[in-house]
């Protein structure tokens, strides 16, 4: 039970603290001092707190939009299993309700963008469906992999402390995975060199061009459900690269805390060293990720 209501309060209270993280991460290697980690909390509060304005264009899409990205995205965590303890919501084939929950949430984020009638949202909106179309074959080839290693359809049976033991004898195809889910986290949380979260009102927008008509409470949704998105893709790989267990639950807990924020670093590490590519460039690195991920499976399948 214990268990139950920790990955609850991880899954409600954590997400804010990691583009904080990485804000910071980005801020240490410019020479700056930057803004505080807790500073996405301050926003979601200053957000709550202001009126909301809606076009006169728009219906009823555009305000379920947030609620729905939300709610999906927390669902979607729901099923992930959080160190090494069960996710709230298991059963067979719950991979296939994780990947659609997302997809769910990516569809409705999309269609709010199409309600406004603006041109420019509908750009965004045209760019993000484009982008899906690639990166969901790099999870499905990823969690394709995990089901042959581990014969299980559930991702707590997937995400195990098993894989331990799987990274001394199909090491090679799982190291693949996990790069090709790391592109995955940056392409679905438009994180550089895909998209800047920073920027607004640039040709070479994806998401945030999606979301710029909305504001007050509902803006804080939509932050707030991002940030719950970038620690269920963290939540994976951290799964996927750290499956030990020590034994005592809370220090197991500590360790998967610490692993979500190791993640944290590296994205802004990453983001410290790399420019947002070109916008024609960004297919070719989502079309190397399949590769790598298709890679990956045929490994596993070959050396079975």
């Avoid at 009126?51 to 728009?58: A, H, I, L, N, P």
């Avoid at 379920?64 to 099923?79: N, Q």
């Avoid at 940056?186 to 998209?195: A, G, H, Q, T």
Wanted: net charge negative.
């Amino acid at each position: 039970m214990i268990n139950f209501l920790l990955h609850i309060l991880l899954v409600l209270a954590l997400p804010p603290l990691l583009p904080g993280v990485i804000n910071k991460t980005k801020a240490f290697f410019a020479g700056r001092t930057g803004a505080p980690l807790a500073q996405v909390y301050y926003d979601l509060w200053k957000l709550v707190q202001k009126g909301s304005v809606f076009s006169e264009t728009t219906t009823w899409v555009f305000k379920f939009g947030p609620v729905i990205g939300l709610a999906t995205a927390l669902l979607a965590a729901m099923i992930v299993p959080l160190g090494e303890h069960d996710a709230p919501l298991s059963f067979t084939g719950d991979l296939v309700l994780f990947a659609y929950l997302l997809g769910l949430g990516r569809f409705f984020t999309v269609l709010a963008a199409l309600d406004t009638g603006s041109a420019f949202e509908g750009m965004g909106s045209a760019r993000e469906a484009t982008y899906a179309c690639l990166a969901e074959p790099v999870l499905f080839f990823g969690l394709l992999v995990l089901a042959k290693i581990s014969g299980s359809l559930r991702l707590a049976g997937m995400l195990d402390t098993s894989l331990e033991a799987q990274w001394g004898t199909a090491g090679a195809g799982m190291l693949l995975i996990l790069a090709s889910w790391f592109v995955l986290l940056l392409v679905e949380n438009c994180r550089i060199p895909f998209d800047d979260p920073n920027t607004h009102l640039e040709l070479t927008m994806i998401h945030e061009v999606m979301v710029l008509d909305h504001s007050g409470p509902a803006l804080s949704l939509i932050v707030y459900g991002a940030a719950v998105k970038l620690f269920v893709f963290a939540a994976l790989i951290v799964q996927l690269s750290v499956p030990l267990a020590t034994g005592v639950g809370l220090v197991d807990w500590v360790v998967f805390v610490a692993g979500v924020l190791a993640v944290a670093v590296v994205v802004g590490v990453v983001e410290s060293g790399m420019a947002r590519l070109r916008l024609v460039s960004l297919p070719h690195l989502l079309i190397a990720a399949v590769v790598l991920s298709a890679l990956g499976l045929v490994l596993i399948i070959a050396y079975a």
